[in-house]
């Protein structure tokens, strides 16, 4: 018989280590499953909300979550509300996500140092109002005095564009010590969208849609292709399918200059930006000479030129709009302008616009002709108070007559402005106030226009 008590113990202890072996894979695969149960619960979700509204200062809302050891966390239908005060005018969320995925570097959690591999982002959505960012921005910069625009005057105009030149570097160049290579660590977007709102009347001022890449932002240089699907402004799609290469040099992420179509006009854009306190981004981009074929203006005007140029800069903290700072230098050569049923031909037309702390300003605006000039200037300051004031520099019956054809609802003939010469006299428009309340003077200590926008529905 003892053969068949060495047979019965073999069995049994095969059973036993059957039954091991089932409890060492069934323990994990059961914790995994209650971790699962337990981080869905309502109670988490809840408290990651709150840990996100700490950090970010916004009501937070997390819909689900759920982790493995193989691909790491996820977090499902993560949102951002708008601030409160907006909330009645835009419902919808300052950030969407559909799904949030962190890849930990695990060897380096189990030594007490949290890193991630990457982030992704499943169509995560921005909805940005500009009333939100007019308040950062003059949160950070004293009150500002009361937009005053002047009359326009008959100064030179302003030099023409420079080409492409980087500005005076606000972020540092990238260390050259050697150091211990690090894995790069990602941020992957799938189906991202950015859109700038005015939130008075729920208009949609600039929407980038269908933006997809894996950018560099950590660990060691690398590069990757980058894609947008569409960029829009008002509403009308400006460009499309814009793809481009960013590179990563620690701290520091490029778009190198690339060629484009804005509009439909060729444009080079370039920009950097660095992983530091506050995120300093630069952007420059340049329009080269190119004619300018003809284009629609308000009121069934059409403007066209011989050629155009022009170049922007842009710089800043990200994070902080009271430091932006921005410059858009434009001229035309041989404008001419069709407008209330008359063609006029400019010798030449230039615009200066910059940015400082908040307060935006047309410096100087000007279309110069022999018979017509107009001439312009305006100020947008970050709490929505606007002054603006054009002038129409011509003989004085030519001026009586643009300004009827143009403003045909004012009583009686326009007021002008004398100048030095009779054989030319001015019809000065001033326009006062706050955005969606404006005050429109039409002629010199002429009659007043009031503006006012309706509350959305």
């Not at 709102?197 to 950018?215: C, P």
Request: charged share 15%.
């Amino acid at each position: 018989m003892e053969p068949a008590v060495a047979i019965g113990t073999n069995r049994r202890g095969h059973r036993r280590w059957r039954r091991a072996a089932a409890l060492l894979i069934g323990l994990p695969a059961l914790a995994l499953l209650l971790g699962n149960l337990c981080l869905s619960s309502p109670w988490s979700r809840r408290w990651l909300a709150s840990k996100i509204q700490a950090r970010t200062g916004l009501e937070a809302r997390v819909s689900a979550i759920s982790w493995t050891p193989w691909s790491g966390a996820a977090l499902g239908g993560v949102e951002l509300l708008q601030p409160a005060p907006l909330r009645p005018l835009l419902t919808d969320p300052l950030v969407k996500i559909k799904t949030l995925r962190l890849s930990p570097v695990w060897q380096a959690w189990l030594r007490g140092r949290y890193e991630i591999r990457s982030i992704s982002l499943d169509s995560p959505r921005v909805v940005l109002p500009v009333e939100l960012l007019s308040y950062l921005a003059g949160s950070a910069s004293p009150p500002a005095p009361p937009p005053v625009a002047s009359p326009p005057g008959v100064t030179a105009p302003p030099p023409p564009p420079t080409a492409m030149a980087p500005p005076d570097p606000v972020i540092p160049p990238p260390p050259q010590a050697v150091l211990p290579p690090r894995p790069t660590g990602w941020l992957h977007l799938q189906n991202a969208s950015f859109t700038l709102v005015h939130a008075g009347s729920r208009r949609s001022l600039i929407e980038v849609s269908a933006v997809r890449g894996s950018i560099p932002v950590s660990g060691d240089a690398a590069a990757s292709a980058f894609r947008i699907g569409q960029v829009a402004v008002g509403g009308k799609e400006i460009a499309a399918q814009v793809a481009t290469t960013l590179e990563w040099r620690p701290p520091q992420l490029s778009l190198k200059p690339v060629e484009t179509k804005i509009g439909g006009f060729p444009f080079l854009l370039a920009a950097k930006i660095a992983t530091l306190g506050g995120l300093p981004l630069q952007i420059e981009a340049q329009l080269p000479r190119q004619p300018l074929a003809e284009f629609a203006l308000p009121m069934d005007g059409r403007i066209g030129a011989d050629s155009v140029s022009a170049s922007l800069r842009f710089r800043g903290l990200l994070l902080a709009p009271g430091t932006w700072q921005g410059d858009l230098v434009a001229e035309a050569e041989s404008p001419t302008l069709h407008l209330a049923g008359h063609e006029t031909k400019f010798d030449r037309g230039s615009t200066v616009t910059v940015l400082r702390g908040g307060i935006f300003s047309c410096v100087d605006a000007r279309l110069t002709g022999d018979a017509l000039s107009l001439l312009g200037n305006g100020t947008l300051l970050a709490d929505g108070r606007v002054a603006a004031a054009a002038r129409i520099v011509a003989p004085p019956e030519t001026a009586a007559s643009i300004a009827k054809r143009v403003f045909p609802n004012i009583p009686g003939d326009p007021t002008l402005t004398p100048l030095a010469t009779p054989q030319r006299a001015a019809f000065d428009v001033e326009l006062s106030g706050r955005l969606g309340q404006l005050r429109l003077r039409l002629g010199h200590d002429g009659p007043i226009l009031n503006f006012s926008n309706p509350d959305p529905p």
